[in-house]
């Protein structure tokens, strides 16, 4: 018999999802609640739980699971806001994250996924702050590489103004 041990950060994001196949999943709003007091509470747990974030999200982009998709990047709309002071310990990753969301040609295509794309970009550029963008090298190529792409996908591909 083999025993495995799940870290709490990766529980605590595991049980945010909903269960099925559906494309147009929530997180579950207790599960949710609790995960950002976690990493509220303290840096590393943060650390932790955006590290996790990126290899889920990549997991479910092989799988197309895009219902999981979605709740990764509501829950990460949702970190942004409710850690704003702590923007960057985490933001590296979601740009990440999003990048490959975009480029990955299971998921760019479906307008509800760009669109929590960009509700989630919305809410990290209104809370960056001037010292991020001016210190950080590998930051600002992160985020020139994902506007490049997000605006690339957005005018050639989806043709919606609205998400321009």
Known sequence: MRLSFTPKHQKLVNQCYPTGRTPDKKPKSSETSYLLYYVNSRRTKLEKVSTYLMKKSAADLNHRRIGNVSVTLELMNKIVVHCKENLNVFVKDFLQIMTK????????????????????????????????????????????????????????????????
């Open 101 to 164: 969301v975009l480029s990955n040609n299971n998921v760019n295509n479906d307008v509800t996924v760009v669109e929590k794309v960009e509700e989630t970009f919305g809410s990290i550029c209104h809370y960056l702050d001037g010292a991020l963008c001016s210190g950080d090298a590998e930051f600002i190529h992160l985020y020139q590489v994902f506007v490049n792409l997000y605006f690339q996908l957005v005018t050639d591909r989806l043709h919606n103004d609205d998400l321009l």
